[in-house]
């Protein structure tokens, strides 16, 4: 008989006596949506390994990865704004103030170049301390220098304009700023480009007062605003009037406010954050258009709600292979949790760190897909990799896969297990070194998921053997069994299905 739960999502409750489900390193996918009559309606993939790509030496960790509209890599790395290449060299643009924290990026198109080639003029913020812009045609780089520019918390655009929060105090609570649009051009004072986006005058700005508590981050979402508050969510839109570009839409207010400025996704048309308002916060909550939807789950929730902070969550998303998903990471938690829009479930990203031996929060720091592929960002160093599913190591390094299974019970009684097999895609080994003959550990606990026997290695054999099995005869019994399987070895690990052969007492 097939085993219940073991083919499944990240669950693990208050209580793991109830459930335990641990889904780490691998993603589930739902194949019966497209294909009814597969061998498995559902199966768990192992995730992307990483490849080194470029290594920006001795000037701190990536702070930010970015791809513009003329399809060109940039980086902040420490200090320093750099254009990434394609063979993985870089050139350095410019500096900012700071060495540490996140940084946002927005673009334009520049339409006061004489050139007949795309300009884009790419704006950088450090949040709450200085602005900053690159002029791709020019290759100029220059801090934003216009006596009417405040520094702020989060930037977007939207109809031409580059449009910031402004940084929360009493005199600017809900205010957020906006340019000067890209299509008027006009002088400014010496020493600033005369490109029309740097110039920020002081009365351009509104104030979102739907409600008194302070604007976090501004984002954009099917060409309008969305203005994300402490507490509450505002969305205006383009009004195409010079004196007041951007206007509240009526009737759009959700309730649901913003709990950490860096975890907004955008993905898949549909808007993700960690949420907070007045009754509480650490759920997740997305949204297409105006009535946002929770999808986070109550054990992602409970692992939050165990975390000693959650306003430093981070989130960057990215699409494979037509699965769109939506990375959390928590740098003080010390966990990385990722939704699959498509599947609609949860499960964990998680680095193996040989100093510890331990499972720690993914690697990466920041994500951007850039010429059809997907890069992230290192936060140990000033390293960028490529993601890659044919890679079953994080730049050389192990990836330490788990699945933890539901409770196998029967009202209490004894169950004696005759027969455990795991279905795997099978002759995955490699033809030399580790993996030439790739083994799994598997586990089990007859006492809910709170001891563990001692791990059986099993193969699901070497390049070529397509007939091994992942299987054991004679297990005992228990009236409460988990299951569980390590994968750490460098190959495809794919998992289909599990089954026993079991018989109950009386």
Known sequence: MQVPGFIG?????????????????????????????????????????????ANIAGNGTIRGL?????????????????????????????????????????????NSSSNDILDI????????????????????FNPIGDSGYMPGSSITTLSGYF????????????RFAFSTPYYMPQDLTAGVPSDGVTCWPVLNYATAEGSTDPLVAVY??????????????????????QNAPFAPVP?????????????????????????????????????????????STHAIEYAMNEMATTSDAKAFCYQEEGYSFYMLTFPTGNRTFCYDLDAGLWHERAYYNPATQKNERYHAETLVQWQGRNYIGSRFSGEIWRLDLDTYTDNSGPIRRIRTGDHIHKDR??????????????????QTGQGSDPQAELQWSDDGGFTWNNPVLLSPGKAGNYLARLHLHKLGMSADRVFRLICTDPVKWVLIDARMDVDSEE
């Not at 979402?221 to 505002?234: I, P, Q, T, W, Y």
């Open 9 to 53: 999502a990240s669950y693990t409750a208050r209580s793991i006596a109830i459930d335990g489900q641990e889904c780490i390193n691998f993603y589930p996918v739902v194949i019966a949506k497209e294909s009814p009559t597969a061998k498995a309606q559902m199966a768990l993939i192992g995730t992307p390994g990483s490849v080194p790509f």
């Open 66 to 110: 970015y791809s513009s509209g003329s399809d060109n890599l940039y980086a902040v790395c420490g200090n320093g704004v750099y254009q990434v290449f394609p063979n993985g060299t870089y050139n350095l643009l410019g500096t900012l103030k700071g060495f540490t924290g996140n940084v946002y990026f927005a673009e334009l198109q520049n």
């Open 121 to 140: 003029n790419i704006m950088i913020i450090e949040p709450n301390s200085a602005g900053y812009i690159y002029q791709e045609g020019t290759q100029t």
């Open 163 to 174: 449009v910031q929060a402004y940084t929360d105090n009493i005199q600017t609570r809900g």
């Open 220 to 241: 954009r979402l099917n060409m309008e605003l969305f203005l994300f508050k402490s507490k509450s969510v505002e969305i205006w839109y383009p009004t195409g009037q």
């Open 251 to 295: 009737n759009a207010f959700m309730e649901i406010g913003l709990g950490a400025r860096d975890s907004v996704g955008l993905i898949s048309n549909t808007l993700i954050w960690l949420a907070a308002n007045s009754q509480g916060n650490n759920t997740i909550w997305a949204t297409m258009s105006y009535t946002p939807n929770r999808i």
């Open 413 to 430: 009684k004894r169950l004696f297990f005759r027969e455990f097999e795991i279905d795997i895609e099978r002759g995955i080994g490699l």
